[in-house]
């Protein structure tokens, strides 16, 4: 099983951007990567995913032309770059690997810690 650790939140304002960063040890190659969000009092979120060779990305209606996901296999990172930030976009963001099936994104429950992103109106 992976190990993985979010990084790259902040305190931004509405409009900013930000680059989270997922680091994994292990075959991080082999896996696809999502990314999900929990804001204070809700439930733990679907953001994106993408494919192991990264040639397929999904995303939440919420964030679509927004944000958008990559990978770098030799580096075992994947990011996630968030574009025009809104105040509902605040939460702890967390990634884990899985598997891209179609339009449809499967995590194992590998979570990392989580990033922290709040943004502000």
């Known amino acids: 099983q992976e190990q993985l650790s979010e990084s790259g939140g902040g305190l931004v304002q509405a409009g900013d951007s930000l680059r989270l960063s997922c680091a994994a040890s292990?075959?991080?190659?082999?896996?696809?990567m999502g990314w999900f969000r929990q804001a204070p009092g809700n439930e733990r979120e679907f953001v994106a995913a993408i494919s192991w060779s990264g040639d397929t990305t999904v995303y939440a209606d919420s964030v679509k032309g927004r944000f958008t996901m990559s990978r770098d296999n030799a580096k075992n990172t994947g990011y996630l770059q968030m574009n025009s930030l809104k105040p509902e976009d605040t939460g702890v963001y967390y990634c884990?690997?899985?598997?891209?099936?179609?339009?449809?994104?499967?995590?194992?429950?590998?979570w990392g810690e989580g990033t922290l992103v709040t943004v502000s109106s």
């Open positions: 884990n690997s899985g598997i891209v099936i179609g339009a449809d994104y499967y995590g194992m429950n590998d």
């Open positions: 292990g075959t991080f190659s082999s896996d696809a």
